[in-house]
């Protein structure tokens, strides 16, 4: 364990120099290759089939450039004609120690199986970002989410255990609930999705409660954009828990691959657990400070290896370190910016939903509660936006929020979208990560529209 004087969890680790840590992941990649090909099926064939063998990849530029991608979508299909864990499972079943799943936001849940090995890996790259923010074995977690399958809070919960603090389990838990167990266990850390951070504030100014004044110190947060992406949501949860706010990028099936940096202006990749390189729409490599989508292998998962795995997440990359905080691996610039499975077009134009999402969430007036409607109109996507204001903003300020959203947006994409304002506890609320895009671009959109409108369908 670190000093805790220390900014650093493993000062050793984070501060290795780039010819290092090439270095150490060249050895580790060509170890993970050869793990594969022994032990799972599905790379063995895939690899056959294609011509590729990891005897092959001599360096870094051979590994991004002749080791087959791999995706989701390949994962999924292999589980459904193979189930539980498709051919790509690199142990026993009676090795694998815990099941999870993703969310399943964007389609069927992709089963995830962990060895105990995984579990302890997994769970140490959350420390990392923890430590930075302040975070010490002294500390209490309380955790507002319910206990499911979900990979992701599962591994921050293998994380505090790591770590060596305490655990306080909120599920099952109503919001104001959450509320009054935060004044009675008195946690020094709330754990959650930060729109459901956000939502427990909004409960506690309901009843009274000024959470600024609480035992909260640190708030830490995944699942979708929070204060390591979004300065807004930094100032809301700062000021309403009184604590300093933290993010940390995960993905579910692969690793907590990006604990926050300390400026708290992005995220470092967890290098002791994963490689990472950014490529372009044509699949090559792009310069670095060019966004690319990040392409990931990890070492923390050595049940199910995902090796050169496709994440679709738009990332602005430096393997320099540019953020001032001593860290010196690979850094995320504003997290994830988008992503490169998900575009539409609207008016000629392309739009990334996500990246509509971040700019929406950085106007001032609007709250965290809103939704992205997908319809179609004719041969072209359309595009509203429905969100909530703020508590404080008075109703004949609304418009002009909107007006706002409206007018951002068509700066920054450069198309101008739809905008409406909807009743302030109107819009659904979830512990998990929030249903923002709603998809109704089939036959169904206006009935359901109208459903949730409240009208008649």
Request: proline share 5%; net charge negative.
């Amino acid at each position: 364990m670190a000093s805790a004087e220390s900014s650093h969890w493993n000062l050793w680790a984070e501060t290795l120099n780039r010819e290092a840590l090439d270095a150490l992941h060249m050895r580790r990649l060509k170890l993970v290759l050869e793990y594969a090909y022994a032990r799972s099926a599905f790379y063995k064939e895939y690899w056959q089939r294609v011509g590729f063998h990891p005897d092959s990849i001599q360096n870094l530029e051979d590994f991004k450039t002749r080791v087959p991608l791999t995706d989701k979508s390949d994962f999924l299909q292999f589980q459904e004609d193979f189930p539980p864990y498709g051919k790509t499972l690199a142990v026993g079943e009676f090795d694998v120690a815990h099941h999870a799943e993703t969310s399943g936001s964007t389609g069927i849940p992709l089963r995830i199986p962990f060895t105990d090995y995984d579990t302890e890996r997994y769970g140490e790259s959350w420390v990392y970002g923890w430590w930075a923010l302040g975070i010490r074995p002294t500390d209490s977690f309380y955790f507002a989410f319910n206990w499911g399958n979900y990979a992701g809070f599962w591994s921050a919960y293998w994380g505090v255990r790591r770590l060596g603090a305490k655990v306080y389990s909120g599920g099952g838990q109503t919001t104001e609930d959450h509320v009054r167990n935060i004044l009675r266990l008195k946690p020094t850390v709330l754990l959650s999705t930060p729109s459901f951070a956000l939502r427990i504030l909004e409960a506690a100014q309901n009843l009274g409660i000024d959470l600024s004044t609480s035992s909260i110190q640190y708030t830490y947060h995944a699942g979708e954009p929070g204060p390591c992406s979004l300065s807004s949501v930094r100032r809301k949860l700062d000021a309403g828990f009184g604590a300093i706010s933290g993010e940390l990028l995960g993905i579910a099936e692969v690793d907590a691959v990006a604990p926050g940096c300390r400026i708290r202006q992005g995220v470092h990749m967890s290098e002791m657990s994963n490689f990472s390189w950014s490529m372009g729409a044509d699949g090559q490599e792009v310069a670095e400070g060019t966004i690319g989508e990040n392409v990931v292998t990890t070492y923390a998962n050595s049940a199910q290896p995902l090796i050169n795995y496709r994440t679709h997440d738009l990332v602005r990359a430096f393997n320099l370190p540019v953020c001032g905080c001593g860290c010196t691996w690979r850094y995320l610039d504003g997290v994830v910016l988008g992503r490169s499975d998900y575009m539409i077009t609207v008016k000629g134009t392309n739009v990334y939903p996500s990246a509509v999402e971040n700019l929406i969430s950085d106007v001032s007036g609007v709250s965290p509660h809103f939704q992205l409607i997908l319809s179609r109109r004719g041969a072209f996507d359309d595009l509203l936006i429905r969100f909530e204001p703020d508590l404080q903003v008075p109703r004949d300020k609304w418009e002009g929020v909107g007006a706002e959203v409206i007018r951002r947006i068509k700066e920054v994409v450069g198309v101008r979208l739809g905008a409406e304002v909807a009743e302030p506890g109107s819009l659904p609320r979830t512990e998990l990560k929030a249903k923002r895009i709603v998809d109704l671009r089939g036959d169904e959109f206006r009935r359901e529209l109208d459903r949730q409108q409240g009208g008649q369908p």
